[in-house]
T-cell receptor, first 114, second 112 residues
Framework: EPEVTQTPSHQVTQMGQEVILRCVPISNHLYFYWYRQILGQKVEFLVSFYNNEISEKSEIFDDQFSVERPDGSNFTLKIRSTKLEDSAMYFC????????????FGPGTRLTVL | DAKTTQPPSMDCAEGRAANLPCNHSTISGNEYVYWYRQIHSQGPQYIIHGLKNNETNEMASLIITEDRKSSTLILPHATLRDTAVYYCIVRVPIYNTDKLIFGTGTRLQVFP
């Protein structure tokens, strides 16, 4: 069964450093998403991406965040200058279309900012 | 998107049916009810969705009341692996937004 994959599974970084979280969505999917979950809190939407551009973003997704689909398979989330409060699980998701189909989530990347 | 209310936790004996309720009294006519679950700290997993008719798939059944103000997710024969947080989400799939808004969900504990 096709699945969304994410790398790395755990990333430790120093405050102020740049990190790139990587995702490989399901191959025939066209819509891509990033969510995050701070430990013990709700899953929060960050951004959705379609046709090589952001279609929607939350207020969390400020200028420190960016997304990119650098090739036909990868989907990345970059945090330019990490803060302690960026420590969270980051989940990538993809869906075949935006209308009625489900979003498939990856296993997540645990980001720890020291 | 309409707000949902779920009990914070429930228990269920292994092999029995788990019935998870969700209240969405402000749901509008074009909003769908979606159910996802999150096992430990894994990525959320889609379970089922529906508009007004009852739905069934290999994982679960979804019963939506006639007035659509509430729904129940049924896991017919719960196993220990069904222990998870279950999220009820209502959304309009189109209208320029496709994000999922997660609440705090119901933590289902299946015991032997």
């Amino acid at each position: 069964e096709p699945e969304v994959t994410q790398t790395p599974s755990h990333q430790v970084t120093q405050m102020g450093q740049e990190v790139i979280l990587r995702c490989v969505p399901i191959s025939n999917h066209l819509y891509f998403y990033w969510y995050r979950q701070i430990l013990g809190q709700k899953v929060e939407f960050l951004v959705s991406f379609y046709n090589n551009e952001i279609s929607e973003k939350s207020e969390i997704f400020d200028d420190q965040f960016s997304v990119e689909r650098p090739d036909g398979s990868n989907f990345t989330l970059k945090i330019r200058s990490t803060k302690l409060e960026d420590s969270a699980m980051y989940f990538c998701a993809s869906s075949r279309d935006r209308d009625y189909n489900e979003q498939f989530f990856g296993p997540g990347t645990r980001l720890t900012v020291l | 998107d309409a707000k949902t209310t779920q009990p914070p936790s429930m228990d269920c004996a292994e092999g029995r049916a788990a019935n998870l309720p969700c209240n969405h009294s402000t749901i509008s006519g074009n909003e769908y009810v979606y159910w996802y679950r999150q096992i430990h700290s894994q990525g959320p997993q889609y379970i089922i969705h529906g508009l007004k008719n009852n739905e069934t798939n290999e994982m679960a059944s979804l019963i939506i009341t006639e007035d659509r103000k509430s729904s129940t997710l049924i896991l017919p024969h719960a196993t220990l692996r069904d222990t998870a947080v279950y999220y009820c989400i209502v959304r309009v799939p189109i209208y320029n937004t496709d994000k999922l808004i997660f609440g705090t969900g119901t933590r289902l504990q299946v015991f032997p």
